[in-house]
């Protein structure tokens, strides 16, 4: 019998960009992920239980902040003391240059999905954006946005430490449910989708 060849493993850390953010997501600095969880609670519990204003919490944060700032920077001028250790408050171009790339990359790609269905006609990608508004939909039914972000929260630093311990059986599952989707697919698109007339090419030109 020949040896069994283990499946090659598949780098999270690297895929979730192997910096201090993917050290969060999978627990390698786990003070710092404790403390991204109890803070997304607190403020869950804050705003969602308690009933607590997200506008008059951020500018009872801010006064406390400026209030302390002040009177710190006039203690320490009275007192020669050295002054509130603040950093260099001014956003970097390159940050804002990388932001705008990013957001012009998902708006170009929103449009060509439009241009896909309003001008080509594709009912294959027609039906994919109108069961993800569906989806969507039915989601924001069943919770509101500060729910859904907190859900986030908790998926973004559980799941990629459960795929990072058991990869292989998590990645058999989803190659079998792929698998599944793509025959079921299949059967739709040759009893019903391929039966649906679509305008030729010449009649786009005569139109």
Not at 3 to 17: D, K, M, N, Y
């Amino acid at each position: 019998m020949g040896e069994s060849v283990t499946p090659r493993r598949f780098s999270v850390h690297q895929a979730l960009g192997g910096g201090s953010v993917a050290d969060v997501l999978l627990w390698k600095r786990w003070y710092a992920s404790v403390g991204v969880l109890v803070s997304a609670t607190t403020l869950w519990i804050l705003f969602e239980k308690a009933g607590y204003n997200l506008l008059s919490f951020v500018a009872n944060v801010l006064f406390l902040l400026v209030v302390i700032l002040f009177f710190w920077a006039k203690s320490a001028s009275l007192l020669n003391r050295p002054l509130p250790p603040l950093p260099n408050l001014e956003i970097p171009e390159e940050i804002v240059a990388k932001a705008a790339g990013i957001i012009h990359v998902y708006a170009n790609y929103a449009l060509s999905i439009g241009r896909e269905i309003v001008i080509d006609k594709n009912l294959k990608v027609f039906l994919q954006v109108v069961s993800g508004l569906c989806v969507a939909s039915y989601i924001g039914s069943l919770c509101n946005f500060l729910t859904l972000v907190y859900i986030g929260v908790l998926l973004s630093l559980s799941v990629p430490l459960v795929y990072d311990k058991y990869q292989h059986h998590i990645d058999e599952k989803f190659c079998l449910a792929h698998k599944i989707i793509q025959e079921q697919y299949k059967k739709i698109d040759d009893a019903v989708l391929k039966k649906i007339p679509l305008p030729s090419n010449k009649e786009k030109k005569t139109q």
